[in-house]
T-cell receptor, first 115, second 112 residues
Framework: DVKVTQSSRYLVKRTGEKVFLECVQD?????MFWYRQDPGLGLRLIYF???????EKGDIPEGYSVSREKKERFSLILESASTNQTSMYLC??????????????FGSGTQLSVL | QKEVEQDPGPLSVPEGAIVSLNCTYS??????FMWYRQYSRKGPELLMY????GNKEDGRFTAQVDKSSKYISLFIRDSQPSDSATYLC????????????FGAGTILRVKS
């Protein structure tokens, strides 16, 4: 069964802390994504990666960075957490094959609260 | 104006009703259209996937795409309480590197 696993279900952090969100997929997918989901705003793309060590900015990259050292793992880093980064963070992956790129598999999400 | 518009609801229907969920979009380059279902406290899961215009049916679910009107729909027949979830439309132009654009999601509640 296809699986995208996010390391934490709930996280509470303080303003200014450096925060790491980890995501692992077991489907040998080339593409990996980080989204945040906020009520009324839907899913917004933060960063994505099409290959190991590659990364591209999404729609809202400010205040975030990413790391992809291995194909199966994609990490999201909040360099200095702020209260406006309180949100649900969703990791997703997809195959590079034509017709499959848009079929995203999502993890269960990490609800991050920054106090 | 958002690139993809979706009524957030909530939409409340009795069990057994036919449900119609809709999205409109402005980018005529979109050619891949998807519906994702998201249960409470879970990540979205792909429900329907359509390329270009036309209809696609899968059990109780039918996805329709009308590119001339820039309008997509998801129909659920014989709705069940287990269909209660948020339904997100998503679309893409499909070019390499092009990203999915999501609607904000419609909350559906099916009452038994």
């Amino acid at each position: 069964d296809v699986k995208v696993t996010q390391s934490s279900r709930y996280l509470v952090k303080r303003t200014g802390e450096k925060v790491f969100l980890e995501c692992v997929q077991d489907m040998d997918h080339e593409n990996m994504f980080w989204y945040r989901q906020d009520p009324g705003l839907g899913l917004r793309l933060i960063y994505f990666s099409y290959d190991v060590k590659m990364k591209e900015k999404g729609d809202i990259p400010e205040g975030y960075s990413v790391s992809r050292e291995k194909k199966e793992r994609f990490s999201l880093i909040l360099e200095s957490a702020s209260t406006n980064q309180t949100s649900m963070y969703l990791c997703a992956s997809s195959s590079r094959r034509t017709g499959a790129r848009e079929k995203l598999f999502f993890g269960s999400g990490t609800q991050l609260s920054v106090l | 104006q958002k690139e993809v518009e979706q009524d957030p609801g909530p939409l409340s229907v009795p069990e057994g009703a036919i449900v119609s969920l809709n999205c409109t979009y402005s980018n005529s380059a979109f050619q891949y259209f998807m519906w994702y279902r998201q249960y409470s406290r879970k990540g979205p899961e792909l429900l329907m996937y359509t390329y270009s215009s036309g209809n696609k049916e899968d059990g109780r679910f039918t996805a329709q795409v009308d590119k001339s009107s820039k309008y997509i729909s998801l129909f659920i027949r014989d709705s069940q309480p287990s269909d209660s979830a948020t339904y997100l439309c998503a679309m893409s132009a499909g070019e390499y590197g092009n990203k999915l654009v999501f609607g904000a999601g419609t909350i559906l509640r099916v009452k038994s």
